[in-house]
Structure formats: C-alpha cells, structure tokens
C-alpha cells in the first residue's frame, strides 16, 4: 500500500537549497520511502541534491507518494513543508 497527495510550492523562491535541507531533515524521521514527483522527475524526499534538482518554483504543484509504517505521517510532514512560506532571517 501507499499515500499520496498533491502539494503547491507557495515560497516565493522555490525549493531552493535551505526548503530542500529542512524536507529532507523531517524525511528522514520516518521509516516510510518518500518520493516527491513533479512531471516525468522523481526526487527521494530524504536526498537533499534530488530534491534541488527537480526545480520547483512557486506555484508549481507536486504529488507525494510515501510507502511504509508510517507512511500518512510522513506525506503529511513533507506537504506542509512544500506549502510554507521558508522565511528566513
């Protein structure tokens, strides 16, 4: 079995760098695999550098699939990190 939902990016930057380095902290608090799918690319929601690369800006819609134990928990964790503003001082 899996979960999935769709998420928008709403930080005016994107998932850039820093997002990216917080999404994939808070993935790995969970046992469940994460993927993170935009168009034809899908990124391992634990691998900072996949996460960069799938370019994700501002009003850009993803799906989040996890599968495992805690598998809710965890698309629940990553999408309301993907829709949060990231402001930073």
């Given amino acids: 079995m899996?979960?999935?939902c769709t998420a928008t990016v709403k930080n005016e930057r994107?998932?850039?760098?820093?997002?990216?380095?917080?999404i994939a902290r808070e993935s790995m608090k969970?046992?469940?695999?994460?993927?993170?799918i935009f168009e034809d690319r899908?990124?391992?929601s634990k691998d900072v550098l996949q996460l960069i690369?799938?370019?994700?800006?501002?009003g850009i819609t993803?799906?989040?699939?996890a599968t495992g134990p805690d598998e809710k928990e965890a698309v629940e964790a990553v999408k309301a990190l993907i829709?949060?503003?990231?402001?930073f001082d």
Avoid: C
Avoid at 14 to 22: D, F, Q, T, V, W
Avoid at 30 to 36: L, P
């Fill in 2 to 4: 899996s979960y999935s």
């Fill in 14 to 22: 994107g998932i850039h760098a820093r997002p990216s380095a917080l």
């Fill in 30 to 36: 969970y046992v469940s695999d994460i993927k993170i």
């Fill in 42 to 44: 899908i990124a391992n």
């Fill in 53 to 58: 690369m799938l370019e994700l800006f501002q």
């Fill in 62 to 65: 993803v799906e989040i699939v």
């Fill in 83 to 87: 829709e949060t503003q990231f402001v």
